[in-house]
């Protein structure tokens, strides 16, 4: 029996929960060609949204295309991917190299095909005769207008994601904003979806003065609802063959933070001790084990966490663990935690969501890292 839980990757269709309304809003936003921006913070399932959608636009026949912008270590490789992934909506890789000959004149693409795989084969490309900042900035704004072709000449809507889009500020700044709005928006039949997983950064990018500003919708991905996620956990226990103990997707889904991939990871490891051990059932018993497993593993890498903050930040850090993130600036949670003065801990806790340890929700801080927050809680004083 395979372990049914799957992290640390898009998760395939039958281990995807819930989203069925941000999946109909996303489908029917991007089958009308929006320009949409989905933000959430990290590994809370953008990734897997977007595939789901793209499959299900891709099954009503429109071209889909799907780029991870943090990938590339340069303004002028992104543009290469991204050249590549709208040249692959040709199955061919012969067929795509005459396009993007066709499509891109005076660039002079070079397309290989990468060894192996016959005529489906992959390929790359490569724009060997570009290399100054100029010949870049006018290479974009051609490659930029390829999907609005892509979707004249195949007559069918073009949908693209450009995942992880916040990386898009390091190549170049503003003028990448500019020349992908510019063209974005007189790009008819070509739906996008620009998603970030640094919602301050993608929030900003969204702001006034800024070339994205009122661009299109905006989907702000939440948690998956808990009771939800803990049903789906046990029925996939379940339907594997381990018979899970009553509460047992609840307690995963609440010492996870209910954060979708350390639902997943846990449930994994879970499950996979408790087959290792040859049982058929599941109970808090194993989870805890499991837990305790993946803390002791983790440890060197919690410590190297930990030992980077100071003193100060540190304390704080606790206090939200053992608060559960409420009233951290009140004199009664300083006095007991022996935190000092609000501005000190005010400027701890920025500190500390500024590294991305901490994820101020409303009044509430939580910690990214559910595993980490039980490390803490375990094994710091
Ligand atoms: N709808 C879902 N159902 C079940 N598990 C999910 C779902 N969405 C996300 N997950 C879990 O969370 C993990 C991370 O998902 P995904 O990579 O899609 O998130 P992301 O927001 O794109 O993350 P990142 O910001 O790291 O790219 C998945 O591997 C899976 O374990
Ligand atoms: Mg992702």
Not at 95 to 104: F, G, I, K, S, T
Not at 216 to 231: E, N, S, Y
Not at 244 to 251: F, I, K, R, S, V
Request: with cysteine.
């Amino acid at each position: 029996m395979q372990n049914p839980f799957v992290y640390g990757e898009v998760v395939p269709g039958d281990a995807f929960v819930d989203r069925e309304q941000e999946l109909d809003r996303l489908v029917t936003d991007l089958a009308a060609c929006q320009k949409v921006f989905l933000i959430s913070p990290r590994r809370y399932g953008k990734s897997s949204l977007i595939r789901q959608a793209l499959a299900q636009l891709g099954r009503r026949g429109l071209l889909t295309v799907e780029v991870t912008v943090s990938s590339y270590s340069s303004y002028l490789a992104f543009l290469e991917g991204y050249a590549r992934a709208l040249a692959a909506t040709e199955t061919r890789w012969d067929r795509a190299r005459q396009w993007l000959r066709e499509a891109l004149p005076s660039a002079d693409p070079l397309v290989r095909q990468e060894p192996g795989d016959g005529a489906r084969g992959r390929f790359s490309v490569t724009f060997p005769d570009i290399a100054s900042a100029r010949e870049v900035g006018r290479l974009a704004t051609e490659v930029f207008a390829l999907p609005g072709q892509l979707a004249e000449q195949r007559k069918r809507p073009v949908v693209v994601a450009l995942d992880e889009f916040q990386a898009i500020e390091g190549f170049n700044g503003g003028s990448v904003e500019h020349a992908l709005r510019a063209a974005a928006q007189v790009q008819r039949q070509v739906g996008y979806v620009f998603a970030g997983s640094e919602p301050s950064l993608m929030e900003k990018m969204i702001g006034p003065k800024r070339p994205f500003y009122k661009a299109g919708p905006v989907m702000r991905l939440d948690r998956i609802p808990p009771d939800l996620f803990a049903g789906f956990i046990e029925d996939r226990f379940a339907r594997s063959g381990v018979r899970p103990e009553a509460g047992l997707g609840a307690a995963i889904v609440e010492l996870a933070g209910n954060l979708p991939y350390d639902v997943q990871r846990l449930a994994h490891e879970t499950w996979d001790d408790v087959r290792a051990s040859g049982a058929r059932r599941a109970n808090l018993d194993d989870l805890h084990q499991t837990l305790a497993r993946i803390l002791g593993e983790q440890d060197t890498f919690f410590e190297a966490v930990w030992q980077r903050l100071t003193l100060a930040q540190r304390a704080v850090f606790r206090a939200v663990v053992l608060r559960n993130g409420r009233e951290i600036l009140a004199a009664s949670t300083r006095s007991r935690y022996r935190l000092g003065g609000p501005s000190s801990v005010q400027a701890a806790l920025s500190a500390l969501v500024r590294q991305d340890v901490l994820l101020k929700e409303g009044q509430t801080y939580v910690v990214v890292d559910a595993l980490l927050r039980e490390w803490v809680a375990r094994r710091t004083f």
